[in-house]
């Protein structure tokens, strides 16, 4: 009960601010969603943003672009880890192997970012 108090006061806030309840509920939990003043649905209860699609089509592409942002988020996660290692290198072999390492993923984090924007142009 108290979980559900708490979505309620938050969904309650939000509508103070502005936010709108809207015909739609959570594709996860079920809770109505908030369309909020930047435009974006929200689910109070999973605190998260939702994506509303009107086509399979239009679904096809969110979750293409969702993907991609989940790849970038990996290799990016990657470059930060390989970054700390990179230091601590000490023979010439070791240095090289993280230096293409690292220029390979940063040319595959440049794809993705592209491709990304390429997708945000098509679903708008």
């Known amino acids: 009960m108290a979980k559900e108090d708490s979505v309620t006061k938050k969904m309650a806030q939000l509508?103070?601010?502005?936010a709108i309840l809207t015909q739609y509920t959570c594709p996860v939990c079920g809770t109505p969603l908030l369309k909020l003043?930047?435009?974006?649905?929200?689910?109070?209860?999973?605190?998260?943003?939702?994506?509303?699609?009107?086509?399979?089509?239009?679904?096809?592409?969110?979750?293409i672009k969702y993907g991609l942002i989940n790849v970038r988020d990996v290799v990016f996660s990657k470059i930060m880890e390989l970054s700390?290692?990179?230091?601590?290198?000490?023979?010439?072999?070791?240095?090289n192997h993280y230096a293409v390492t690292l220029t390979n993923l940063l040319n595959a984090l440049s794809m993705i970012n592209k491709l990304i924007n390429e997708q945000g142009k098509q679903v708008k």
């Not at 509508?15 to 502005?18: M, S, V």
């Not at 700390?84 to 240095?95: C, G, N, R, T, W």
Request: glycine share 4%.
């Open 15 to 18: 509508i103070r601010q502005g």
């Open 37 to 63: 003043k930047s435009g974006n649905y929200y689910c109070a209860n999973c605190d998260r943003e939702v994506v509303v699609v009107k086509s399979e089509e239009e679904e096809r592409e969110v979750n």
């Open 84 to 95: 700390k290692e990179l230091p601590k290198a000490s023979d010439i072999d070791e240095v």
